[in-house]
């Protein structure tokens, strides 16, 4: 039987800054590797100044980009199960960081119902029947509000499985070393 690992990230680039040694590693020994992308990264920071046109700010067009780019990243990694949160029938949206104005979007991830949002997860799970669950810490690695309901969700779809008979043998959070981010400071 095939060895299935099964990632929540929030938006596209976390999981190959968090865990894209880890994905290539494992779909090379051969096992079955899932990624979930909660939202498509709407409110994230443009940082290349010929796509600032992509910001929410102006064309709203970053997370179709964003799509693009994950896309490429899971054919170059090898991960060949990826999937959005809840697609096609749903869509959640990139929350921002608490306290700016697209945090208080009704359609933002943060917001998601927690049920709702596990449940959409647990009928990956109960597909893929993961070994490994590997997702963010408590703080979603470092306070973002998308991070931190990844966790939340991953977790709560775990519970639901485990009550509806299956239990991921290993679940893992990505974290970030407390000196690493008072270094940000």
């Known amino acids: 039987m095939t060895k299935s690992l099964l990632l929540v990230h929030a938006h596209p680039d976390d999981e190959t800054i968090n865990n894209g040694v880890t994905m290539a590693k494992y779909v090379a020994a051969g096992v079955r590797v899932t990624l979930v992308t909660c939202t498509r990264g709407e409110e994230g920071e443009v940082l ?17 980009h964003r799509v693009e780019e994950l896309a490429e990243a899971m054919r170059i990694i090898g991960v060949k199960d990826h999937r959005f949160l809840g697609a096609p029938h749903r869509q ?40 490994v669950l590997i997702t963010y810490d408590t703080n979603g690695g470092y306070g973002h509000p998308d991070h931190i309901q990844a966790h939340r969700v991953a977790m709560r779809a775990a519970e639901l499985a485990r009550e509806a008979g299956f239990s991921i043998s290993k679940i893992y959070w990505n974290t970030i070393p407390r000196s690493v981010i008072e270094e940000g400071d």
């Open 48 to 64: 290349v100044p010929s796509l600032s046109h992509l910001a929410s700010s102006h064309d709203d067009t970053l997370g179709e």
């Open 92 to 131: 959640w949206r990139d929350s921002g960081m608490v306290g700016t104005e697209p945090n208080s979007r009704p359609d933002v991830f943060w917001n998601a119902d927690l049920d709702d949002a596990a449940r959409e997860l647990l009928s990956v799970i109960l597909e893929v029947k993961p070994d």
